[in-house]
């Protein structure tokens, strides 16, 4: 992987954490501070099946409002009927070709959905806020 160096200006008391840190775990600082930086950043993106990396690539340019909305949203309760009828149709094999292509747009959407919420939870908490349990 390719890397870049940077001087950068950190306070004392974080410097000193970091120093403490590479002193107690026999760790090169460097190592330390990447660390530090890896575990505070969002996580990357090859975590997350390609067919969704952009769409939540794209959270990262929503403003904090935005994210709250997407972190606080629901699915309708006709959504959630209409696939759980898809899925139990499904689980009896009784499913007709229109219906299962119904049925994977709808998981799709509801994967998506469940990944945005995740992903927007992520970006507010590394932006600094605290979640309110759900």
């Known amino acids: 992987m390719p890397t870049e160096t940077i001087t950068l200006q950190i306070p004392e008391i974080i ?3 970091l120093v403490n ?4 775990t026999q760790r090169p600082l460097e190592e330390v501070i990447l660390h530090a930086l890896q575990v505070g950043s969002p996580p990357a993106w090859d975590d997350v099946p390609e067919e969704f ?3 939540l690539a794209a959270l990262d340019k929503l403003n904090d409002n935005a994210l709250w909305q997407i972190f606080h949203s629901h699915k309708t309760v006709t959504d959630m009927e209409k696939y759980n009828t898809l899925l139990e149709k499904n689980s009896h094999g009784t499913l007709t070709e229109t219906e299962r ?6 998981r799709y959407q509801a994967d998506l ?3 945005r919420k995740a992903q927007s939870a992520v ?3 590394w932006r600094g806020y605290s979640l309110p349990n759900l």
């Open 123 to 125: 970006l507010l908490r």
């Open 113 to 115: 959905f469940m990944l």
């Open 53 to 55: 990396q952009a769409e």
């Open 15 to 17: 410097y000193q954490r």
């Open 101 to 106: 292509l119904n049925l994977t747009s709808l």
């Open 21 to 24: 840190t590479a002193h107690a």
